[in-house]
């Protein structure tokens, strides 16, 4: 898990592999107010955002989850939200295995050792699919969040 904000990318992006970096730019360049909610291609099918809102909810409400093929970057437009985080150790249990089917496989809530991220607007998460990650938590309370979920496939890096 990879936790900054783009106002450091410049120093940065030499320690990313490209397809991060291609990623990582187009947040930085892409003006979201112009865009609706929605799927952008970046680099085909191996590289895209997916733009959308949501309500956040309490930590109980939300599945923690992991991924195969992609490597999530959240990066929070409007609003606060909590994101929980673990690493994956085989000690979680697993309540919907839906991995060939949409590339997700959610836990049952009780996480060890999970921390929370509190995502403010500007801020990004990049999760590998070793990581447990638990989305769109209520940061101080219950709130409409706008946020972009880039998808890199583990392929690109």
Not at 43 to 51: T, W
Not at 108 to 130: Q, R
């Amino acid at each position: 898990m990879i936790f900054g904000d783009l106002n450091h990318l410049e120093i940065e992006k030499n320690i990313y592999p490209a397809a991060i970096v291609k990623a990582l730019e187009f947040l930085k360049n892409t003006n979201f107010s112009a865009l609706e909610n929605g799927t952008y291609e970046i680099q085909g099918n191996e590289i895209f955002a997916k733009v959308f809102e949501t309500e956040t909810a309490l930590l109980d409400e939300r599945k923690p989850e992991t991924h195969g093929k992609f490597i999530d970057i959240q990066y929070s437009l409007e609003g606060k939200e909590i994101i929980g985080f673990a690493r994956k150790t085989g000690e979680q249990k697993i309540s919907d295995n839906l991995l060939e089917k949409d590339d997700n496989v959610f836990y049952e809530n009780d996480i060890k050792d999970e921390i929370y991220l509190k995502m403010n607007p500007g801020t990004f998460a990049i999760f590998f699919p070793y990581d447990v990650h638990r989305p769109a938590c209520n940061y101080e309370k219950n709130e409409k969040i706008r946020k972009v979920v880039i998808k890199v496939s583990v392929n690109c890096v």
